[in-house]
């Protein structure tokens, strides 16, 4: 059951990427509507999937490296719903709900071994850890979509080449603060994320920076990107075409940190 | 197509004749008026609408035959004012039926105007419209037209990029600053010398809702009178550039021969903006602004050959998304084509249908009477029983007589109805 609402949502989330793709270029509200409707559908049946997934195997989603993709996915589109509902800006899918294809794509083949359940205490501070990484990243995943379409319009107004683009991405105004927004709540998560994930270290007997270099350092990368952004906004004014390139750049290495880490 | 009553269109608009004489065929409202009640009293005329604007007069109308209906309403345009026919049959253009239907949609949809996709022409049509149902002149058939034009047009704006992109040099700048700053309300605008076309493009920019404005000129004195009326504050031509990093847009449209901006001005605002965007508008000729000034990071310059080469795009653009508009127009002519056409059945239809209810009603009366011993409630369900008899048995033939009069054919199938249910006694 939980594997038929995986597919539901997995291919809700095909359509709706196709559909917005076909809005992008085609204009037709009629199809947008219907690309909304299977981004709905498809979050529908993915909690679903994740909560009968969570009931079989009696622990939660954030356990195996399957399950953690599937969640983060779960976050982008939830993150993806309240921009929409916030800022309306419809292309938006065109650029969110392929990454949360390719997520849930991705999850397929990705382990399902839960390995050894730690105790409960330990256990605590690893799923806080997973959790409040998990929403961080689902946030710098629209920071990273905002990014690219703040540079597709950036460089539409500077060249003086206004496509079809043009007319139908929303003001760089507009795509800058969804940027800034995003990453503010999204950092301070992923620094607790952070934070919990060194507790839990510590909790298991290893030091609180376990200089396990591979996997620690690319963790701090992320951070350190993120919070350039995030500080830089505040005290410099940092901001526009940077810190959309920041954005693109902190994303990337934060799927490398990813595949690392599951 | 039909053989009842036809719809017609007679006009002419800019494409067909010259300013100085559509200005003496033009209606005002109070002549448009008295002309819709004159026309409607014609026994050839049933419905019409006319619609007179700068680019173009038009009758529309419906009427008891076409040939006639056409010549008629020339006729009166030139009578009415004053002119001899033979000189103005060269500009009439008329259209029947569909090719009326069609160019109404193309007109109202502004697919007709001499600026593709402006606003304007659907809010004349549609005044135009409530002034002759105002004055009766109008009826079924005319009404769902230009309802029905209304939709057309308002699907068209809305699928299409018709209407979408600025086609005059201030608008187009309205649109760029509206893709650099989303909402103007709290962004001001700073105007470099008091050119003619800064001020345009200024008042365009406040009607969009900009609240500040500095206006700052070589001659206080003017730069003072412009910031009056623009309810700005005039600045000291000296110290505009100490102010630049005050103002989201500056407008340059100095008579300075060389440049009086340079990168190194510029970069020192954005500084002081902590990299808030700027958006420059040079329309001076020369120009006023180092055109490398667009190198700098979250600076926009556009001079006044970039902005008409935008404007010149945004042309080609309307003409590309004029083909998209014309599939939807056609889509939407069949449609009304086929309401229009199911309209001949409607009057055998209804007839049809009044025969075999006088014919129920009277035989479950007669039938009811020698039955005294039912309740009410007995003789309610019969009554109810044959009026849903009649109504079933009805059912089909008035189906199949809508879409047979779409066809060639169709008026036989009319008459064979007529004949059969003795309609025509």
């Not at chain 2, 002759?132 to 769902?144: E, I, K, Y």
């Not at chain 2, 420059?280 to 006044?304: F, G, K, M, S, T």
């Not at chain 2, 003789?379 to 059912?395: F, G, P, R």
Request: with cysteine; glycine share 6%.
């Amino acid at each position: 059951m939980d594997k038929i609402s995986f597919s539901v949502a997995l291919f809700s989330y095909l359509a709706a990427s196709l559909g917005y793709f076909v809005y992008l270029v085609y204009r037709r509200p009629l199809v947008s509507s219907l690309s909304g409707g299977a981004v709905a559908l498809g979050l529908i049946s993915h909690t679903v999937s994740i909560g009968l997934h969570s009931a079989i195997t009696g622990h939660g989603p954030y356990t195996t490296s399957y399950e953690i993709a599937m969640f983060l996915a779960w976050f982008i589109v939830v993150i993806y719903f309240l921009t929409e509902w916030k800022y309306k800006i419809k292309d938006l899918g065109s650029f969110v709900i392929p990454l949360v294809f390719l997520v849930m794509l991705v999850s397929v083949f990705l382990s399902k071994d839960a390995g050894l359940v730690p105790e409960s205490e330990v256990r605590f501070w690893l799923t806080m850890h997973r959790t409040l990484s998990i929403i961080g990243y689902a946030a710098f995943s629209i920071a990273f979509a905002a990014g690219i379409m703040y540079l597709i319009q950036e460089h539409q107004v500077k060249s003086k080449k206004l496509g079809i683009m043009y007319f139908r991405m929303p003001s760089l105004e507009v795509l800058d603060d969804l940027n800034f927004k995003v990453i503010t709540i999204g950092f301070p998560l992923f620094t607790l994320g952070f934070m919990t994930g060194s507790i839990w270290n510590t909790k298991m007997d290893q030091a609180f920076f376990s200089w396990d270099l591979a996997k620690t350092m690319p963790m701090v990368i992320v951070w350190l990107i993120y919070g350039l952004v995030f500080f830089g906004r505040m005290t410099t004014g940092l901001r526009g075409k940077k810190a959309a390139q920041f954005a693109i750049l902190g994303f990337v290495t934060v799927i490398g940190t990813f595949f690392l880490h599951i | 197509m039909n053989s009842g009553p036809n719809l017609i269109l007679v006009g002419v608009n800019h494409k067909t004749t010259p300013v100085e004489i559509r200005e003496k065929l033009a209606f005002t409202q109070v002549k448009i008026e008295a002309s819709l009640s004159q026309l409607v009293s014609s026994p050839e005329i049933i419905e019409n609408i006319i619609l007179s604007t700068c680019n173009r007069v038009e009758i529309y109308a419906r009427v008891e035959n076409t040939d006639r209906g056409i010549q008629l309403l020339q006729d009166f345009i030139c009578d009415y004012h004053g002119i001899s026919r033979g000189n103005l049959d060269q500009y009439f253009y008329s259209y029947c039926d569909n090719q009326a239907v069609e160019h109404l949609f193309r007109v109202s949809s502004s697919l007709d105007s001499m600026v593709l996709g402006e606003a304007q022409i659907l809010g004349q049509v549609k005044d135009a419209y409530s002034t002759a149902r105002s004055f009766s002149s109008t009826g079924m058939v005319l009404n769902q037209l230009f309802e029905k034009a209304f939709n057309v047009a308002k699907k068209v704006r809305e699928e299409t990029g018709i209407s979408e992109r600025g086609v005059s040099i201030s608008s187009a700048a309205v649109e760029l600053a509206k893709k650099i700053f989303e909402d103007l309300e709290n962004h001001s605008v700073m105007l470099v010398g008091t050119g003619e076309m800064a001020e345009l493009a200024a008042k365009h920019l406040i009607s969009y809702g900009v609240k500040t404005v500095y206006v700052a000129s070589r001659t206080y004195e003017r730069a003072a009178a412009l910031a009056k009326s623009l309810n700005g504050c005039a600045l000291d031509f000296e110290s505009f550039k100490e102010e630049m990093h005050r103002a989201d847009i500056i407008i340059t449209s100095t008579a300075a021969p060389t440049f009086i901006v340079n990168e190194e001005m510029i970069s020192t605002a954005i500084q002081k903006r902590k990299n808030k965007p700027i958006f420059l508008i040079d329309i001076a000729v020369p120009r006023d602004i180092a055109p490398e000034v667009n190198e700098l990071e979250n600076v926009y310059l556009y001079d006044i050959d970039d902005l008409q080469n935008v404007v010149n795009a945004n042309m080609e653009e309307r003409q590309k998304e004029a083909e998209s508009a014309m599939e939807i127009i056609n889509q939407e002519v069949t449609k009304f084509n086929y309401w229009f056409s199911t309209l001949d059945a409607i009057p055998t239809i209804v007839e049809m249908r009044n025969r075999a209810e006088d014919m129920r009603a009277f035989e479950v009366d007669k039938t009811l009477k020698n039955m005294e011993h039912l309740t009410s409630d007995d003789k309610e369900a019969i009554n109810q029983l044959t009026q849903s008899l009649v109504k079933k048995i009805l059912h089909k033939p008035t189906i199949n007589l809508k879409k047979k009069t779409q066809s060639h054919d169709g008026h036989i199938y009319l008459k064979a109805i007529r004949d059969l249910f003795h309609l025509d006694d």
